[in-house]
């Protein structure tokens, strides 16, 4: 089983839509969570972190269920420019601060 | 602003070369990364390290070695090149418990 799992999708969706993605991960020791996005052949960057108590930025939403391993990403009202790879990231303990990434899910809104 | 620097955007190597891949980072960050990139695999861990001259394996690190001499740069060697090396190769780092930074990718290309 891999330690971080994502749909890969594609997921193809209307401008205006409402989307989520889920994660799961499997290391219950897992300390720190982010949301990460990557356009075509660009490096990964940050969208946002992902708190105990959920935490929301603009049009987009994140989710953390530590019983269940899981993570939730929501994006609401989306739009064009929304099109990305959205990868899920999860920090874990192993000797060093190790960083796992789930595969990715691929979103594209269509006007 | 954190900048993490790759030497190189694109890379044609034969096979069989040892290949140098440099990734320097100026924000004093204990832990750098190496992950490989290929389509429908998602971003895998090769080596990474928390502090200089440590290092640890990650989940693909056959055919790569690294090195940390110094905070700053941590590099990526591929010790004999081969046509499955064929990858883009992204470097990141991180301060303990913060998000990462990464490079802008290395395109490597064995023939």
């Known amino acids: 089983r891999k330690e971080v799992e994502q749909d890969p999708g594609p997921f193809n969706v209307p401008e205006g839509a409402t989307v989520a993605f889920n994660c799961t991960y499997s290391n219950s020791a897992s300390q720190s969570f982010f949301w990460y996005r990557q356009d075509c052949r660009k490096e990964p960057k940050l969208l946002m972190s992902v708190y105990s108590s959920g935490n929301e930025d603009g049009r987009f939403t994140a989710q953390l269920n530590r019983a269940s391993q899981y993570i939730s990403l929501l994006i609401r009202d989306s739009k064009l420019s929304d099109s990305a790879t959205y990868l899920c990231?999860?920090?874990?303990?192993?000797?060093?601060?190790?960083?796992?990434f789930g595969q990715g899910t691929r979103l594209t809104i269509n006007p | 602003d954190v900048k993490v620097t790759q030497s190189s955007r694109y890379l044609v190597k034969r096979t069989g070369e040892k290949v140098f891949l440099e990734c320097v980072q100026d924000m004093d960050h204990e832990n750098m990364f190496w992950y490989r990139q290929d389509p429908g695999l998602g971003l895998r861990l090769i080596y990474f390290s928390y502090d200089v001259k440590m290092k640890e394996k990650g989940d693909i690190p056959e055919g790569y070695s690294v090195s940390r001499e110094k905070k700053e740069r941590f590099s990526l060697i591929l010790e004999s090149a081969s046509t499955n090396q064929t990858s883009m190769y992204l470097c990141?780092?991180?301060?303990?418990?913060?998000?990462?930074?990464f490079g802008q990718g290395t395109r490597l290309t064995v023939v």
């Open positions: 990141a780092s991180t301060a303990d418990r913060s998000e990462a930074f």
């Open positions: 990231v999860v920090r874990a303990i192993q000797g060093a601060q190790k960083l796992v």
